[in-house]
């Protein structure tokens, strides 16, 4: 499952704390845009989202206060083992090819009902 939740003014992910362990299948998170402010914050909520493999901080120049922290790539990349794809590099910093991040059709029932589960404030 791909979810984009760029461009909201996200302050808090802690909502993806009920998405850790294996019966969910969040796969692509895009968070570009946002107010994420602390690497330890981002961290402990995505963890444990074990099919994680690619997650977007910054991109088309929209980022994150959390990526001008000195290194945040390796920090993220370490304390989020199953990533592939930080801000459209792989692991060794090389461009990934990734997934078209559209949803159509009923997944937009999905990604709405997902964001509802977890809660998260948007533009506060």
Same mark, same amino acid.
Not at 70 to 88: F, M, N, P
């Given at each position: ?33 946002? =107010? ?36 945040? =790539? ?51």
């Amino acid at each position: 499952m791909r979810l984009d939740l760029s461009y909201n003014a996200i302050h808090s992910i802690t909502g993806f704390k009920k998405l850790h362990g294996p019966a969910f299948n969040l796969r692509n998170l895009y968070l570009h845009g946002n =107010q994420l402010t602390s690497l330890d914050h981002l961290i402990s909520c995505l963890v444990g989202c074990r099919m994680l493999k690619e997650l977007t901080l910054s991109l088309y120049g929209e980022a994150n206060p959390v990526c001008e922290i000195s290194a945040y =790539q390796s920090s993220v990349l370490t304390g989020l083992k199953t990533l592939e794809v930080l801000d459209g590099l792989d692991r060794r910093g090389k461009p990934a090819a990734t997934r078209d991040n559209v949803f159509i059709g009923t997944k937009f029932l999905v990604v709405f009902h997902l964001v509802y589960i977890l809660k998260i404030t948007l533009f506060t």
